[in-house]
């Protein structure tokens, strides 16, 4: 079966520093993957998705940035947080076009 | 352009009545529809789906969702709500041809004994 692993579970960074959260899928090959944010009391905001190892897909200009090294490998950065950034990153994998099925989430707060 | 709205941002109800949550859609086309729940802090679980055929889904926990076509809207039901169901909902349009989910700002539910 399909497992989807996010790490960390919560990171507290000051503003200014870098942010590196690392998504895995295990069990498939060349899903589709998805980054996204949920800010307190708001919905999802898809930030990024990628089709394929190298292809990213940015949905919203902001201060980060996605990569898809390896194919079950989903990294989110930015070289400098702002107080902004903080939320929960969700990552979610899919078996294209179909229904996405989400990790248990990084909690990031910027202080 | 997609959007999916959730009227109701907070709902109270009693262990063992009834749930309706409610979820509107503005598409061009017969949508892929989605309801997810998430329980604090933790990602989110389908709860069901709804791709064509039957307009009536079940999905796990008990719960299902009607798609009505001329009212644009994917409801989700539950006939005895238990206490263990306390948790934030999602309804979720899938954007065509960009393997993109739109979700509506949720809907949070609280159980009372």
């Known amino acids: 079966s399909q497992t989807i692993h996010q790490w960390p579970a919560t990171l507290v960074q000051p503003v200014g520093s870098p942010l590196s959260l690392e998504c895995t899928v295990e069990?498939?090959?060349?899903?589709?993957l998805y980054w996204y944010r949920q800010a307190a009391g708001r919905g999802l905001q898809l930030l990024f998705y990628?089709?394929?190892?190298?292809?990213i897909s940015s949905e919203v200009p902001q201060n980060l940035s996605a990569s898809r090294p390896q194919d079950r490998q989903f990294i989110l950065s930015s070289k400098k947080l702002l107080l902004s950034d903080s939320g929960f990153y969700l990552c979610?994998?899919?078996?294209?076009?179909?229904?996405?099925?989400f990790g248990p989430g990084t909690r990031l707060l910027v202080l | 352009a997609q959007s999916v709205t959730q009227p109701d941002i907070h709902i109270t109800v009693s262990e063992g009545a009834s749930l309706e949550l409610r979820c509107n859609y503005s598409?061009?086309?017969?949508?892929?529809l989605f309801w997810y729940v998430q329980s604090p802090g933790q990602g989110l679980q389908l709860l069901l789906k709804?791709?064509?055929?039957?307009?009536l889904v079940q999905g796990i926990k008990g719960f299902e969702a009607e798609f009505k076509r001329s009212q644009s809207s994917f409801n989700l039901r539950k006939p005895s709500v238990h206490w263990s169901d306390a948790a934030e909902y999602f309804c979720?349009?899938?954007?065509?041809?960009?393997?993109?989910?739109?979700f509506g700002t949720g809907t949070r539910l609280t159980v009372i004994p």
């Open positions: 979610a994998w899919s078996p294209h076009r179909e229904t996405q099925y």
């Open positions: 069990g498939t090959s060349n899903p589709n």
């Open positions: 990628s089709v394929g190892i190298g292809q």
């Open positions: 598409y061009g086309a017969t949508p892929y």
């Open positions: 709804y791709f064509s055929g039957d307009t």
């Open positions: 979720a349009v899938e954007k065509t041809g960009a393997n993109n989910l739109f």
